[in-house]
């Protein structure tokens, strides 16, 4: 009698297309969605804010990061960061990216993201790294706000160079690519990255302080127009 129930069970299921297995569920949920052509626009006032572990695992994400992105709290939990990563992102930006945060170091970095629902998305970085009573790392907390436009326009055409390169001869040409144009300016990254947003460290720094943070809203509204005027 209870295999008969058993098996009225199953079927509904297999009708209705439901899974119970555990490994099915995480497999759909670590799918990476189909990019598609359609930016979505963040508020340049609001900042989407994570914290991973040394690794680049998530462990918290807020609302705005949430909402931005399409996933919920279950599915981005003990997640790599990755998994919001567009494919038209060149890996030698990342690899810029964890070698700065290996070293404690901040680094503002342009990243197209990709929403689950295969939207895309444009961010500027700002990090803060945390370490334990030895000195090493612990984790990474991450505030990202909006890329402004003119910005995303002058890094887009970089990214598709790099990107370009890699697929054909690797991510070591494209490093070198990369930092010969920096030679060719005579700029280190940081220079490059102020150089297209057309404001200093400390304006780029400002962007990303909370107006729950800060007393002199004036201050941070002319950093705005800088930047998306």
């Known amino acids: 009698m209870q295999t008969d129930v058993k ?3 199953e079927t509904i299921l297999a009708d209705h297309k439901i899974t119970t297995d555990s490994t099915s569920i995480k497999n759909k949920r670590n799918q990476k969605p189909t990019p598609i052509d359609r930016e979505i626009k963040l508020d340049p006032s609001r900042t989407i804010m994570s ?3 040394a690794r680049g695992v998530i462990e918290y994400a807020n609302d705005y990061f949430m909402e931005i992105c399409g996933y919920e709290e279950y599915e981005l939990m003990g997640q790599p960061h990755s998994i919001i990563r567009h494919p038209d992102m060149p890996k030698v930006i990342f690899s810029e990216l964890w070698k700065r ?5 901040n680094i503002h970095a342009f990243v197209k993201n990709l929403a689950k629902d295969g939207r895309y998305y444009w961010v500027l970085t700002n990090f803060e790294t945390k370490y334990d009573e030895s000195g090493a790392i612990i984790s990474h907390y991450a505030r990202r706000k909006a890329a402004p436009g003119n910005a995303i326009y002058q890094i887009e055409k970089l990214y598709k160079t790099l990107k ?3 697929d ?5 040409v494209a490093e070198r690519y990369f930092s010969g144009l920096l030679e060719e300016k005579n700029m280190n990254y940081n220079e490059f990255i102020l150089e297209i947003l057309g404001i200093n460290e400390k304006a780029v720094v400002s962007y990303f302080i909370d107006s729950t943070q800060t007393s002199k809203p004036t201050k941070k509204r002319s950093v705005f127009g800088r930047l998306f005027g």
């Open 101 to 105: 945060l290996n070293k404690g170091e």
């Open 168 to 172: 054909t001869q690797g991510i070591e």
């Open 164 to 166: 370009s390169i890699e």
């Open 51 to 53: 914290k991973t572990d």
């Open 7 to 9: 098996k009225q069970i």
